[in-house]
């Protein structure tokens, strides 16, 4: 019988028979390894426990520690709800289950709707089948006996049309269930410890809106119950701070079908902290010599073809306008805007660095899939910024982009949040500008820089922009999920693009370099991150209702609307509840709404010229002369306090 020789993780190697399992190879090296063995890792391939080893390998034992082990697992638990729903809606077809980052989905064709009484249902036998043991085995199908076996499958049959060799694998679970499927999986369902079924979507086949709409299950797993708990803890959590549900309730912004998808309108509420951020970085920017110019929504279509975002963006723009004698297009970004701003004059190297900013609304194609409220818009300000620099000022406004960035998230109270620098892919030409000298020098400044401020990051081949790399600032919500939403980006590519030139010390001309900035990304995007960081309780500074004054009965009404004339006065956003309600009632109302602080005001308080101060977090605090407590609220707002 032949032999073949396994190399372990830690370099030692074993002379095994040929066909033993990884599974044989977990329990000679530890009876706990197997235990805990998920799947293997061979000669860097995912690979079932149970799949013979026919020739000399490297080969690693994956447990739960690895991350790797998660995703199988996940997968397994996607087979088993398949299994489930066929069990329990036999007429059902099968479409695709993979494992996703937050757990797995299945898509059906079924005509009838599931519910989720049915979801309950379908987690039940779930249940049962996992108590079964049944195991995940792995055959092998011709392609020609599959395209028959699965006539009646018109997913399958397109999948293994597509995807399949002339062998294929399919996976069974038990005597009456089989899938096309690449694997790997768990040995048996006993290993599935904990999931929980989540939600009933619609998704179309394939992700093309023009194929059939199918049933999307989706779900999650984990290799503890109580890992499971935690998550679901988080799941929970992020509803509650959903910006889409608070965007509704605290009258912040609404979406109205006959505006469009992704059109958002901003009601009272919200415009009032959209423009607070928009003062603020417009203060903060004009203090580091900012220029804030206005350029227009739109232009020729002949300028994005010479800055290169036609070639590389147009599938993410706005169809072409035709009119009479030009075409036009609605701009995906500002900066071939600010670039004919630069070089409307002749520039000095004295005159560098120009810093050129502009609150500038851009229109992205976004499919209507992806659309979500604030967060995801076809129609958003981003706070923008050009700087046009000589080479040997890019460490300094990088640097000085940075304290900018960081000032901000102080301020707004963000402190979870982490740096990636996005280089290019090289194989990829399409997608990025192919001139491998500038690539290399963009990407060593950008590095030099971060590591001279001494900030920690990670680097993300095929993330930068088409014309150089970047380094983005990474926003994680409650569930983990990244997003950028401040970027620093060195460009070398669009001043030659365009020719852009300075006059140095020499008097020769020059190249300038470009650097693009956003720091509170934009308008839209950042007021969904802060409703959600603060769950609609914005601090004071930022709260589009900074008081509420509450008289008891009507005896105090003339009193509650000098209050709030003074309030007025002094710069606080104030309203007064006149309703003929009871007190109670109207304190809980502004509590809903997330005012922080509420005035309450009877016959005692008139005639002594005070409030009753609460707090929306902390209670009653006392009653207080209206001198006494405008100079709390001032001191709160005047140092943008973000602590309650």
Known sequence: MSTIEITL?????????????????????????????IAAKVDGELYDLTRPLEKDATVQILT???????????????????????????????????????????????????TPEDLEKIE??????????????RIYTRKEDGLRKYAAAWMKCQLIDERAGEVFTEYTLGPHFIDFCRGPHVPDTSRIKAFKLLSIAGAYWKGNEHNKQLQRIYGTAFFTRQDLEDYLHRLEEAKRRDHRRLGKELELFTVNETVGSGLPLWLPKGATIRRLLEEYILERERAQGYQHVYTPDLAKVDLYKRSGHWEHY??????????????MVLRPMNCPHHILIYESKQRSYRDLPVRLAELGTMYRYERSGVLSGLSRVRAMTLNDAHIFCTPDQIREEFSSVMKLVEQAYRD?????????????DKANKE???????????????????????????????????????????????????EETYSTIQVDFHLPSQFALNYVGADGKEHRPVMIHRAIISTMERMVAYLIELYAGAFPVWLAPVQAAVLPI?????????????????????????????????????????????????????????????????????????????????????DTKAVSE
């Not at 066909?19 to 706990?32: L, Q």
């Open 9 to 37: 993780p830690d370099g030692s190697k074993q002379s095994v028979v040929a066909g033993v399992s990884p599974i044989d190879i977990a329990k000679s090296i530890s009876p706990r390894l197997a235990d805990a063995a």
């Open 64 to 114: 739960p520690k690895d991350p790797e082990s998660l995703e199988v697992y996940r997968h397994s638990t996607a087979h088993l709800l398949a299994a489930a729903v066929l069990e329990l809606f036999p007429e059902t077809q099968l479409g695709i289950g993979p494992p996703i980052e937050s757990g797995f989905y299945y898509d059906f064709d079924r005509a009838t709707p599931f």
């Open 124 to 137: 039940k036998k779930m249940w049962e089948i996992q108590k079964r043991h049944l195991p995940y085995e």
């Open 314 to 327: 147009h599938d993410d723009m706005f169809p072409l306008m035709d009119l009479e004698t030009e075409q």
């Open 412 to 424: 707004l109270g963000i402190t979870k949040y982490t740096y990636r620098l996005s280089l290019r």
């Open 431 to 481: 997608k990025f500008v192919d001139n491998d000298e500038m690539w290399e020098l963009g990407q060593r400044v950008l590095r030099e820089a971060m590591n001279s401020l001494g900030l920690p990051y990670v680097e993300a081949p095929g993330e930068a922009a088409f014309y150089g790399p970047k380094l983005d600032i990474q926003l994680a919500d409650v569930m983990g999920h």
């Open 553 to 637: 009965t009507d005896r105090q009404t003339e009193y509650a609307r000098g209050i709030r004339q003074s309030l007025d006065a002094a710069g606080i956003r104030v309203t007064v509840d006149e309703r003929s309600e009871k007190v109670n009632l109207k304190i809980r109302e502004a509590q809903l709404q997330k005012i922080p602080y509420m005035l309450v005001i009877g016959d005692r308080e008139q005639q002594n010229g005070q409030v009753a101060v609460r707090h929306r977090k902390h209670g009653d605090q006392g009653v207080k002369t209206l001198e006494s407590f405008l100079a709390e609220i001032r001191t709160l707002i």
